[in-house]
């Protein structure tokens, strides 16, 4: 099915960038947030539905940067054998040979190459994503939702929202077609928490 969206992403996951009011004015790494971030795919079986799937063990770093978001960037390395579909059958086949191999391909990673803002609130990603030691671009569809003090931990957090789809065939990935579909549609949903060594007090509006 799919890959990382290192996952991701890839990435994995990430994605970031947009213009932002109100957050600090210099570029911030961030660490994501594994268990506030989500890295989701669904593919088509057989017609009949879009089976549902996601990984569950990644790590991975964006730098936001506010005043000039084409200078942001975004590393995200996912463990393909993280792969999830809530079924210990369907799992094990994602796996093996046929699709993840994740015995020779452990990783699946995502490195952005060109961030391009498309709105106040959104931009096209652009990365590198490797999936069975295949590297292709693909373009993570970004939304920036918001950086704030987080209201328990006191950190500073960014939040983004992705899609992006691909075709695994482009990876090597064939097994199961055409029932199993080419298309994946890869769903990101990422929180990054500030790095203390970047860390600063944000201007507030």
């Given at each position: 099915?799919?890959?990382?969206?290192?996952?991701?992403?890839?990435?994995?996951?990430v994605a970031l960038t947009v213009g932002v009011s109100g957050v600090q004015a210099a570029?911030?790494?961030?660490?994501?947030?594994?268990?506030?971030?989500?890295?989701?795919f669904s593919v088509s079986h057989l017609g009949f539905s879009h089976s549902m799937g996601k990984f569950t063990d990644y790590e991975g770093k964006f730098i936001f940067d506010?005043?000039?978001?084409?200078?942001?960037a975004v590393d995200v390395t996912i463990k393909a054998a993280s792969v999830d579909l809530?079924?210990?059958?369907?799992?094990?086949?994602?796996?093996?040979?046929?699709?993840f191999n994740v015995e020779k391909f452990p990783t699946i990673t995502f490195k952005s190459t060109k961030i391009d803002t498309t709105g106040e609130k959104t931009a096209d990603i652009t990365g590198d994503?490797?999936?069975?030691?295949v590297t292709k671009p693909v373009v993570l569809k970004t939304v920036y939702n918001k950086t704030d003090k987080h209201p328990y931990s006191g950190k500073m957090v960014a939040g983004f929202s992705a899609t992006a789809s691909i075709k695994r065939s482009d990876f090597g990935m064939t097994y199961g077609l055409p029932g199993v579909a080419d298309d994946v549609n890869i769903m990101?949903?990422?929180?990054?928490i500030q790095d203390e060594a970047?860390?600063?007090?944000?201007?507030t509006e």
């Open positions: 099915m799919i890959r990382k969206i290192s996952t991701l992403a890839l990435g994995a996951a570029p911030m790494t961030y660490t994501l947030d594994n268990p506030h971030t989500q890295i989701v506010p005043e000039n978001p084409t200078a942001s809530a079924h210990d059958k369907w799992n094990d086949h994602l796996k093996n040979a046929d699709f994503l490797t999936i069975l030691g990101l949903e990422v929180e990054g970047t860390a600063s007090t944000p201007a």
